[in-house]
C-alpha cells in the first residue's frame, strides 16, 4: 500500500466515523441510556471484587489494586475498540439480509466500511488503570509508560481484528441471530483475573486460541514485576497482535470469497 | 345439518404458554448457545473462590462444598429467564406488534407472563439441566440439605422465576420511551445480578449494600431459593423468607399491571 492511498483509507475511515457519530447523537437518550448500561455491567464487576476482597486479603497471591489494574488493562482497549472498530458486530445481519451486497460494490475496501461505529464513550477502564497501578506498589521505570502505550494499542487492535475474526462465524452459519460471537467476546472476562487460578483448558483458550491474556495477564506480570515463567509473554503482546491481524486477513479473504448473496 | 364436533379450547393462557414453548424448541441451538454463555462467569466465580477458599476454610459461613454449590445453581436459576425472553418483550413494543396483543380480550401483562413461562420451561428445563450435569460431574455440587428443604426450594424458584417474569416486564415497558433496548436491558441485568445474589452471597456484601439487598424483590429470584437449598435458612425463617418473596410477588403484579396502564395511555406505535 503507497502512502498515498494509506491516507486515502484513512481520510475515508474518519469520515465514515463521523457520520456514525452523527447517526449516534441524533438519538442523544438511547445513547446516554447505553453507556448507563455499559458502565453497570462493568459496576457488576466491582461490586463482586470489592465484596471478594473483603472477606480475604488475596487470591494466589494477588491483592486486590492488581486485580484492578488487571481489570483497567483488559478495559481500556476494550473501550477504544467499541469507540472505534465495532462495525464487525453488524456484519452478520448484513450477510443474513444480503445487505452485504451493498458494501461490495462500492469502490471502498469492504473491512474499511464494516470497521467504523461508535457503540460507546467511557473513560472507566482509564480510572482503573490508573488506581490499579498506583496503588499496587508497582515500580514505575522510564519504560513504564512507552511500554503501558504500546500494550494499549495493541491491545486495541487486537481485539479490534479478533471483532471482525469472531463475527466472520455468520459467513458460514447463515442463522440472523447467534450467541457464538458474543460467547467468543466474554471470555476476555477470563483475562480479567490472574491466569494462575485457572485450570488448563482455559489457560490455553485464553492464551492460544483467543489471546486476551496477552492484553491484560502477560503485562501484568511484567508491570508489577511478579516473580513467574511466563513474564517474558508480556513483552510478546505486539507478536500475538500481528500474528491476530494476519489470521484474521486470512480469514476474511477466505469469508468474502464464500459469500453469495440471498438472490437479490 | 351436520352437527360439528369442536374441540374444547384450551384455557387461553395455557395456549399462549404453549406457543412460546413450541417456539423454544425451534430455536434450540440459540437457546443452547445462550446458556454456555453464562458459564463463563460461573467458571470464572469457580475458580475464584476455589483459590479464595485455599486461603481460608469458611467465610461468612460458607464452605468450599457450599460456595460451589451456590455459584453453579445460582447462575442456573438466574438463566431462568434468559436474553431472549427479555428481548421479545421489548420487541413486539418496538416493531410494533403489540397492536395485535392490544385486540385481544387477555390481560397484557399475564399474556406475556404466559409467553415468559413457556420459553422458560424450554430454557429452564435445558438450563438447570445443563447447570446440575456440570455440576454433579465436574463440580460436585451439593444435594438439598434435606427433603423438606428441597420442597420448599422450588416453591420459592417458582415464586422467584414470576417475580422476576414481572420485573424483566415492567421495565420493558420503558421501550415505549426510548428505543436503545440493550441500554436498558444491560443495566437491569446488572441490577439483578448483583441485588438477586448471584455474582455474591448477600451474607458477603458490604453493609450498604446488604441492606438494600435484603429488602429488595431480587432476592427472591436466587438467594432465598439458595438459602433453603442449602439449609442456611430452615423452619421459621424459611417461612418468613417465602412470605417476604410472595408478598413481593403480589406487590411486582399491581406494580406491573398500573405501569402497564400508564405507559399504555401514552403508547406511540411505531410506524404501526
Known sequence: ???????????????????????????????????????????????????????????????????????????????????????????????????FDRVLVRPISPALQSASAIVSIHGFGQVMLYLGLSRSDAAIAWWTIPYLAVIILCGAVLIGALNFAINLTGFWEPSAQSALPTMLALMIDFAKFPLDIYNGIIRTAVTEVIPYAFISYFPALVLLDRDSDWQWLGWCTPLATAWTVFATSWLWGKALNRYQGVGH | MASQVRAEPRPKYLSIAQTAFQQAITYRVTTLTNIVLTFIWVFILYFLWKAAFNESAMIQGFTWDDMRTYVVIAFGLNALIGWRISANMMLTIRTGDILRDLTRPLNYCLNQVSVATGAAMVEGILSLGLTMVVGLVFIGIQPPATPLAAVLFLVAVLIGFLTNALIVFSISLLTFWTLNGVGIAWSREAVINILSGTIIPLAMMPGWLRIIADVSPMRGIVSTPLMIYLGK??????????ALSAAWLVAMWLFANWAWQAAFNRVEIQGG
Not at chain 1, 465514515?16 to 449516534?24: D, K, P, V, W, Y
Not at chain 1, 447505553?34 to 457488576?44: K, R, S
Not at chain 1, 461490586?47 to 489494586?65: D, T
Request: aromatic residues 12%; neutral net charge; hydrophobic residues 50%.
Open chain 1, 1 to 99: 500500500m503507497t502512502v498515498a492511498s494509506a491516507r486515502k483509507h484513512l481520510r475515508l475511515y474518519f469520515k465514515l466515523q463521523l457520520m456514525q457519530l452523527r447517526s449516534t447523537v441524533e438519538y442523544a437518550a438511547d445513547f446516554w441510556i447505553g453507556i448507563v448500561g455499559a458502565i453497570l455491567m462493568q459496576t457488576t464487576g466491582l461490586v463482586f471484587i470489592s465484596a471478594l476482597f473483603s472477606q480475604i486479603p488475596q487470591v494466589a497471591g494477588w491483592s486486590v489494586w492488581n486485580i484492578v489494574l488487571l481489570y483497567g488493562l483488559a478495559m481500556v482497549p476494550k473501550g477504544l475498540t467499541e469507540l472505534f472498530c465495532d462495525g464487525p458486530w453488524t456484519l452478520r445481519a448484513k450477510v443474513n439480509s444480503g445487505e
Open chain 2, 233 to 242: 435458612a430452615e423452619g421459621s425463617e424459611a417461612l418468613a423468607l417465602l
